[in-house]
């Protein structure tokens, strides 16, 4: 079992490498809103330490629309392309799609409306990343982020629909558990890629590393997770810097039931 721990700067590239993990994720809206010299700092960084960059969360602004008033195909293409050639600069396998902010519906939003431009936006997106050979995958959030796509169903049939082999699913646990999927067989979901895992420090904003009383839990739900066939990593998402003792306590938790 890969695990990964996402980052906010890459300055903590080395608590998370120390902390035993075998990768890092980074936000897709900062490594494009990069100017060049700190991209290079960044794949320096990530070279001189051998540490991959394996995944990227957060992937675009509030200002590029997923999905609904003010979506547009070509800036969504346009901000694809720049964020795949630096995340193939620096390895990246897996994209996930979330940014709830982009794709808050208006109340009384035509759905088939949201559908259609979702799916452009998947596929300007899967096409740019494509080039790179890195797969983009549509993440379910729970409605405390936002209104539309808010369960693993909703996902895969808008996913499975599209049939492109580099769009897949992510699945995170915290999203999951609000929505009340995350104790059943995920095997199901043939396109998850990806799973990520957290818990919160008081509010689905602050989301954070595992707590100590939850750990059985979390060991039940990822054990289940690989016993029913799924091959694919699990990151720790969470949105505070990265502490080395809390970084150990939960990839412990993580591996803890599989003896890895």
Same mark, same amino acid.
Request: proline share 3%; aromatic share 8%.
């Given at each position: 079992?890969?695990?990964?721990?996402?980052?906010? +700067?890459?300055?903590?590239?080395?608590?998370?490498?120390?902390?035993?993990? @075998?990768? =890092?994720?980074?936000?897709?809206?900062?490594?494009? /809103?990069?100017?060049?010299? +700190?991209?290079?700092?960044?794949?320096?960084?990530?070279?001189?330490?051998?540490?991959?960059?394996?995944?990227?969360?957060?992937?675009?602004?509030?200002?590029?629309?997923?999905?609904?008033?003010?979506? @547009?195909?070509?800036?969504?293409?346009?901000?694809?392309?720049?964020?795949?050639?630096?995340?193939?600069?620096?390895?990246? $396998?897996?994209?996930?799609?979330?940014?709830?902010?982009?794709?808050?519906?208006?109340?009384? !939003? #035509?759905?088939?409306?949201?559908?259609?431009?979702?799916? +452009?936006?998947?596929?300007?997106?899967?096409?740019?990343? /494509?080039?790179?050979?890195?797969? &983009?995958?549509?993440?379910? =959030?729970?409605?405390? !982020?936002?209104?539309?796509?808010?369960?693993?169903?909703?996902?895969? %049939?808008?996913?499975?629909?599209? /049939?492109?082999?580099?769009?897949?699913? &992510?699945? @995170?646990?915290?999203?999951?558990?609000?929505?009340?999927?995350?104790?059943?067989?995920?095997?199901?979901?043939?396109?998850?890629?990806?799973?990520?895992?957290?818990?919160? #420090?008081?509010?689905?904003?602050? *989301?954070? !590393?595992?707590?100590? %009383?939850?750990?059985? =839990?979390?060991?039940?739900?990822?054990?289940?997770? !690989?016993?029913?066939?799924?091959?694919?990593?699990?990151?720790?998402?969470? #949105?505070?810097?990265?502490?080395?003792? *809390?970084?150990? +306590?939960?990839?412990?938790?993580? $591996?803890? %039931?599989? /003896?890895?």
């Amino acid at each position: 079992m890969e695990t990964g721990c996402s980052i906010l +700067d890459i300055s903590e590239l080395g608590t998370v490498k120390e902390a035993g993990y @075998d990768y =890092l994720e980074m936000m897709g809206k900062y490594l494009v /809103g990069m100017d060049e010299q +700190d991209f290079s700092l960044v794949e320096r960084a990530l070279y001189e330490n051998a540490f991959p960059c394996g995944g990227l969360n957060a992937y675009c602004p509030e200002s590029l629309v997923i999905a609904g008033p003010g979506f @547009d195909r070509k800036k969504a293409g346009e901000y694809a392309a720049i964020c795949a050639r630096r995340a193939g600069a620096i390895g990246v $396998k897996c994209v996930g799609i979330g940014s709830p902010r982009s794709r808050r519906l208006p109340e009384g !939003y #035509d759905r088939k409306v949201a559908d259609r431009q979702l799916i +452009d936006f998947l596929k300007e997106t899967a096409e740019a990343f /494509g080039k790179q050979g890195i797969r &983009v995958c549509l993440e379910p =959030l729970a409605p405390c !982020y936002c209104n539309y796509i808010n369960r693993l169903e909703e996902a895969a %049939e808008l996913v499975d629909g599209i /049939g492109w082999e580099n769009i897949g699913l &992510v699945g @995170d646990f915290y999203n999951m558990e609000e929505t009340g999927e995350a104790d059943q067989d995920l095997s199901r979901f043939r396109r998850l890629c990806h799973v990520h895992i957290s818990d919160d #420090d008081g509010g689905p904003w602050s *989301r954070s !590393y595992l707590k100590k %009383e939850r750990s059985k =839990l979390h060991q039940i739900r990822l054990n289940r997770l !690989y016993e029913n066939g799924y091959k694919g990593a699990v990151s720790l998402e969470i #949105d505070v810097p990265a502490q080395l003792e *809390r970084a150990k +306590d939960s990839i412990r938790i993580m $591996k803890a %039931e599989r /003896g890895m």
